[in-house]
């Protein structure tokens, strides 16, 4: 959304109307929007990035020995759902390796899976370990974790013409974290 700023002298500028924190910006482009435009100039000009920035190894690194299914499963998942939840992690996995050979799609995917991270320890995990049931939990994630992930990338990213990430693919990237230990659905300290 823009708006049109008129000042004592006349003049005139377009503006961003606001960003979905509600920060205004006076033209100027954000951290994340400039990455996606990196991003696109990068794969269209095939320049290839060797190695993994340190900011998304610490997410590629498994943190304990609990894999996903398990965690889902003491988090009250059902095997159908424990499924749908491997298909979505291994989609996303596809798609992680795929676009690791571009500098700013390692930046966006390590900024997003921090968000998601930050995200579920503020939201989620205090619901869960008040034990709040399942679909409760789930409902939360899709208000609290995924839309807004959603919210940033389709204005940040208006522009991405190569990650076009959906709403599956921020669920496969919460279970990614799952499976390498950085989200857990149940209190482990209460076992």
């Known amino acids: 959304m823009k708006q049109e700023i008129h000042n004592e002298q006349g003049v005139h ?3 961003n109307a606001a960003n979905i924190e509600g920060n205004v910006y006076l033209g100027k482009k954000t951290r994340f929007s400039k990455r996606f435009e990196k991003l696109n100039q990068e794969v269209a000009s095939d320049e290839r990035y060797e190695g993994i920035m340190e900011s998304l190894k610490y997410y590629l690194t498994s943190r304990d020995g609990i894999d996903m299914p398990t965690k889902l499963k003491d ?3 059902r095997e159908n759902e424990i ?3 491997t298909r979505k992690k291994e989609k996303y996995a596809k798609r992680l390796e795929l676009n690791k050979f571009f500098e700013s799609a390692q930046w966006i995917d390590s900024q997003l899976f921090g968000k998601i991270k930050m995200d579920f320890e503020a939201f989620i995990l205090p619901l869960i370990n008040e ?3 399942k679909d409760q939990v789930l409902r939360e994630v899709v208000i609290k974790v995924i839309q807004p992930v959603l919210d940033l990338i389709n204005i940040e990213g208006e522009a991405d013409e190569v990650l076009n990430y959906n709403a599956d693919d921020i669920f496969g990237m919460v279970y990614y974290l799952t499976g390498q230990c950085h989200l857990n659905w149940k209190n482990y300290d209460s076992i």
Do not use: H
Request: aromatic fraction near 8%.
């Open 83 to 85: 499924i749908e939840a």
């Open 13 to 15: 500028s377009q503006v």
């Open 75 to 77: 988090g009250g998942f």
């Open 131 to 133: 034990g709040a049931t």
